[in-house]
Nanobody, 124 residues
């Protein structure tokens, strides 16, 4: 069993930066690939970024590439998402998730555990 808790969401203006974090507990964090996803009401959950077990490989949705950076610190059992040049269309609830099998790379993913989410609102 793994518990994931996101934090760091808030309200920012377009063009600003924000960093969200996901703290894991329950089992060895390094055994899991991690991903960030986002969702707005009435729309399908969207892949944002993924990072492999050791952090050696990262993947991003085209919509956030060159603006967002995912990283992890296994000693702290934490994964991060640094968001720069935020746009109003980035507004969503951001979720972190863990997979014991595969690093999420895009629309095809299989996550075992999910956090409850943290809301990021970007105003124009």
């Amino acid at each position: 069993q793994v518990q994931l808790v996101e934090s760091g969401g808030g309200l920012v203006q377009a063009g600003d930066s924000l960093s969200v974090s996901c703290a894991a507990s329950g089992r060895s964090f390094s055994n899991y690939a991690m991903g960030w996803f986002r969702q707005v009401p009435g729309k399908e959950r969207e892949f944002v970024a993924g990072v492999s077990w050791t952090g050696g490989s990262t993947y991003y949705a085209d919509s956030v590439k060159e603006r967002f950076t995912v990283s992890r610190d296994n000693a702290k059992n934490t994964v991060y998402l640094q968001m720069d040049s935020l746009k109003p269309e980035d507004t969503a609830v951001y979720y972190c998730a863990a997979s014991s099998r595969v690093t999420p790379k895009g629309s095809n993913y299989d996550m075992d555990y999910w956090g409850r989410g943290t809301l990021v609102t970007v105003s124009s």
